[in-house]
């Protein structure tokens, strides 16, 4: 049964004022609290007990720091007392659905019912729809249905979920305006400048508004929450895809959050118990010749966040690493940004990439499986450096022996003897930029997070070293990167000492 006005008259009753005083020209706070406005004199909460001050922000395991506040905007008037337009409007709804059944006190504090030109502005933004018919009997469904209009959500225009009042009095769902703040810092009804980004960060729920919410439609905003959590469970394509640049497992990637579609995929992503996403490179600018503009971008490398900064203004930077490197299988866009049914890419056990990468070259390729190009380009581009390499004049490696043919150890060797040239032949500063972007060499005991950094710290074009993403052998990596150091080094330019920033 829905609860009668007079149910849900203490909701509204003020904490402050003598027992069974209704709100006067309510307030509400940034603690969520919601006062006469005559009690609101400083910039605390005048309830006592009450804290103001912003909560530590946790993240499931991941370490999150909040956006300073911003020196640069005004933080908003409280001695202004604007009113809550929700509250106002729905104490103004129980005071005459109220009026046939059981004489309520008047939630100004006016005896007679009548107000004086003197009384506090809520005159002005009382509904003028709400006018009863003083000889007729209130109609339950109307009352509910007049009470649900007010409790609707003006960007969504559904139920308010997790309501969040605005310093300008307007009250939203807290997800809804998020999203709004993404774009804009100003009020999406009045248009007034909001105090900046910080200000609503974990910022508390309405607390009048929560309670009234979960008196009056306790099963439509519990269905209205669960339907929420169930679209992200029982979503096919749950994986979020951050279309950046190129990345490989087990290295750091430092990345900067400012569109608005990838804020909002980032808050997302944080809701859940494992806060990660999958990265993958642009299309190629130029694609190549029958291979499509997509071309390479179905590879990519998931990220586990492992903190996140927030800037003042809502940007965030965000700290990453490389977990395991994926294949997208399905695609779309939800609200802006991509998603994915992706597949997981694991390496061949050892043994087995050890028996395919002696018979690989002689073995005919299935029809029925795709095929992947192990082989470096003819001609691979330089990063900051030239946009063309001329080929190598022998294909054979440095020790006189075909590539297939080398073991682990040998081109382990062949990329160690390149590291020293790389780090005699250039600053110090530049060995050390390279430790601490892609993090501490890997040790010789795991060739595969080897092959990946001996790759990353390689100057050639990104596309060309994402070619290591979907190869499974970690011998079969190591020969595309040894092959990538024949080219190099078969180049004056690179072999006079030319310096790699």
Not at 192 to 205: D, I, N, V
Not at 435 to 459: E, H, I, K, R
Request: hydrophobic fraction near 35%; proline fraction near 11%.
């Amino acid at each position: 049964m829905f609860p009668s006005p007079r149910d849900l008259f203490p909701i509204f009753h003020c904490p402050l004022c003598p027992p069974d005083a209704v709100l006067a020209a309510p307030t509400t706070l940034r603690c969520g609290h919601t006062v006469c406005a005559v009690h609101v004199r400083a910039t605390h909460c005048p309830i006592p007990g009450c804290s103001t001050q912003q909560q530590s922000s946790t993240h499931n395991t991941i370490a999150f720091f909040p956006a300073p506040p911003n020196t640069q905007s005004h933080p908003p008037d409280i001695t202004h007392r604007a009113l809550d337009v929700r509250v106002n409007s729905i104490i103004h709804i129980l005071h005459a659905a109220n009026t046939h059944d059981c004489p309520f006190p008047d939630p100004f504090g006016n005896s007679d019912g009548d107000s004086d030109a003197d009384d506090p502005p809520s005159r002005h933004t009382t509904p003028q729809r709400h006018n009863a018919d003083p000889t007729s009997p209130p109609d339950p469904h109307d009352f509910e249905k007049t009470l649900s209009t007010e409790l609707t959500c003006e960007i969504c225009f559904m139920l308010l979920y997790q309501p969040v009042t605005t310093p300008c009095q307007h009250t939203f769902c807290s997800k809804c305006l998020q999203r709004s703040l993404d774009h804009s810092m100003l009020c999406p009804l009045c248009r007034q400048e909001f105090p900046g980004f910080a200000y609503f960060q974990e910022h508390p729920h309405n607390k009048v508004i929560l309670s009234l919410l979960l008196e009056a439609f306790p099963d439509a905003y519990s269905a209205r929450g669960d339907a929420m959590e169930r679209e992200v469970r029982d979503a096919r394509l749950d994986t979020s895809i951050f279309i950046c640049q190129l990345s490989f497992p087990g290295m750091p990637t430092l990345l900067h959050f400012f569109e608005p579609r990838y804020r909002l995929m980032l808050r997302r992503c944080l809701e859940k118990p494992c806060p990660t996403f999958g990265m993958i490179m642009p299309p190629r600018a130029a694609p190549i010749p029958g291979h499509g503009p997509n071309a390479g971008s179905e590879f990519g490398t998931m990220l586990e966040i492992r903190s996140v900064q927030m800037l003042a203004d809502g940007r965030s930077m965000v700290e990453t690493r490389g977990t395991h490197r994926f294949r997208l299988l399905e695609q779309d866009s939800l609200d802006g940004y991509l998603i994915g049914r992706v597949e997981k890419i694991d390496d061949y056990d050892d043994d087995l990439a050890e028996w395919a990468a002696q018979d690989d070259d002689r073995a005919p390729s299935s029809s029925n499986t795709t095929h992947v190009d192990i082989r470096p380009s003819p001609q691979i581009s330089l990063t900051r450096i030239t946009p063309r390499v001329s080929p190598p004049s022998s294909p054979a490696s440095t020790t006189g022996t075909p590539q297939h043919l080398l073991s682990i150890p040998t081109l382990l060797e062949i990329c160690h003897t390149f590291l020293d040239q790389l780090r005699a032949g250039t600053a110090p500063w530049v060995v050390q930029r390279l430790n601490y972007t892609y993090g501490p060499q890997p040790p010789d005991t795991d060739p595969g997070a080897f092959s990946f950094w001996m790759g990353m710290v390689l100057p050639i074009d990104e596309h060309e070293k994402a070619k290591l993403l979907p190869v499974k052998s970690a011998r079969l990596r190591l020969r595309m990167v040894v092959g990538w150091i024949e080219q190099l080094n078969s180049n004056w330019w690179f072999t006079s000492g030319c310096t790699v920033v």
